[in-house]
C-alpha cells in the first residue's frame, strides 16, 4: 500500500508525473518483495517525530494542537502502522523513504510533554540528533512552516517541559498560528478553535506538511521548506 499526498478537489497529475508514479510504485513493490529486502532494513536509521498537543476531542481543533494534527497528517499519507499506547502516549511506526519514522504524540497534556519524549527516546536509545518536535509557533505568521535546530521555547509549555528534561538541542518544525496583537489575546488565541474561514488554509498546509515530508527524513531542512512554500503558493 502506498499513500500519496491528498490532492485538490479537481486536480490531477499531468500525464507525466502520473506514469512516473505508477513507475515509482511499481519499482517499490519489486524491492519490497525482493528476498534482499530484509537486509536492506539494518541500514535504516531510526528517528522519532513528536507532535505537541493536549489530548481529548475538546482540544482537537485548538491552534495550540497544530503539532498533533501535523503528525497525523504524515501518518496518514505514509499509510504509518495503527496508534499503538506507548511512553505516556500515542506512537505510530512506518517508514518515509529509507526512514524509520515514529510518530509520538503525548498524552500527558502539554506541560508534561518531556516526560514521554524522554522515555521515548531511552527506550530506543536515540540521541537529541534524532528528534524533530512539531509545534504552534505564535512568532509566524498563520500557515506559514520553518524549521530551527535548537534554541529557546519562547513560552511554549511543550517546548520548556522537553527542554527541561532533554535540553535544547532538538529540531523543531514550527507551524505558524500568527499573533493576535495583544498580550491578553493570546491564551484565548492559542487555546481557541480554529476559525471555519481557517479550514481549507489548515488542510492545505498539514497536507503540504505531509507531502514534502520525505526532505525532513533526509535531514534536507531548507528543501522541505523551500518546497512547502511552492506547494502553498498554488
Known amino acids: 500500500h502506498e499513500a500519496g499526498p491528498p490532492m485538490r478537489p479537481g486536480f490531477r497529475l499531468p500525464k507525466s508525473q502520473a506514469v512516473a508514479k505508477n513507475q515509482a510504485f511499481a519499482g517499490n513493490q519489486a ?7 530484509a537486509r536492506h532494513q539494518e541500514f535504516v536509521t531510526m528517528q522519532l517525530w513528536v507532535g505537541l498537543g493536549n489530548p481529548g476531542p475538546q482540544y482537537a481543533l485548538h491552534r495550540h494542537n497544530a503539532g498533533f494534527m501535523a503528525v497525523d497528517a504524515i501518518a496518514e499519507v505514509h499509510g504509518f502502522a495503527a496508534e499503538q499506547k506507548k511512553f505516556q502516549g500515542w506512537l505510530r511506526e512506518g517508514r518515509i523513504g529509507r526512514e524509520k519514522i515514529l510518530l509520538l504524540k503525548p498524552a500527558t497534556f502539554m506541560n508534561e510533554s518531556g516526560r514521554a519524549v524522554a522515555e521515548a527516546l531511552r527506550f530506543y536509545k536515540l540521541d537529541l540528533a534524532d528528534l524533530t518536535v512539531f509545534h ?51 491564551t484565548g488565541h492559542v487555546l481557541g478553535n480554529y476559525a471555519k474561514a481557517e479550514m481549507d488554509s489548515l488542510a492545505a498546509m498539514l497536507g503540504a506538511i ?18 512547502l512554500a511552492l506547494r502553498l503558493q498554488d
Not at 31 to 37: K, Y
Not at 151 to 167: E, F
Not at 210 to 226: C, I, V, Y
Open 210 to 227: 505531509a507531502a514534502e515530508a520525505d526532505w525532513l527524513a533526509k535531514g534536507d531542512d531548507a528543501r522541505f521548506m523551500s518546497d
Open 31 to 37: 524491492f519490497v518483495s525482493n528476498p534482499a529486502f
Open 136 to 186: 504552534d509557533e505564535l512568532d509566524l505568521p498563520a500557515f506559514k512552516v520553518k524549521v530551527k535546530q535548537g534554541g529557546g521555547t519562547a513560552g511554549h509549555n511543550g517546548l520548556r517541559s522537553i527542554d527541561r528534561h532533554l535540553g535544547p538541542d532538538f529540531r523543531r518544525v514550527r507551524i505558524g498560528i500568527g499573533h493576535p496583537g495583544h498580550k491578553d489575546r493570546v
